[in-house]
Nanobody, 123 residues
């Protein structure tokens, strides 16, 4: 079990950038898959990006080319750099972790979740 705390959300104008951080604690971070999901009002949770221990990553088509996931294992932190934000990116962004080695995109496969951080993109 990993404890996750997201930060970095906020209100930005369309075209702007934000960097979300997810600070992890616990024994499983070094062997975990880390991911970002988002949930907009009235919508179901959506996969955004995931990354493994070696920084291999997979990014959803909806954000590919704009968002980049990265991790700093020494700092036990995962980041989501969001560039050229669009109003449709507005959502609560959640950090998630599992204890496997293969990247998965289904929320049910993730064991630990952060509290979420709000990202609001104004037009």
């Amino acid at each position: 079990q990993v404890q996750l705390v997201e930060s970095g959300g906020g209100l930005v104008q369309a075209g702007g950038s934000l960097r979300l951080s997810c600070a992890a604690s616990g024994r499983t971070f070094s062997s975990s898959i880390m991911a970002w999901f988002r949930q907009a009002p009235g919508k179901e949770r959506e996969f955004v990006a995931a990354i493994n221990w070696l920084s291999g990553s997979y990014v959803a088509d909806s954000v590919k080319g704009r968002f980049t996931i990265s991790r700093d294992n020494a700092k036990n932190t995962v980041y989501l750099q969001m560039n050229r934000l669009k109003p449709e990116d507005t959502a609560v962004y959640y950090c998630a972790a599992n204890d496997g080695t293969a990247i998965v995109t289904l929320a049910k496969n993730y064991e630990s979740w952060g509290q979420g951080t709000q990202v609001t993109v104004s037009s």
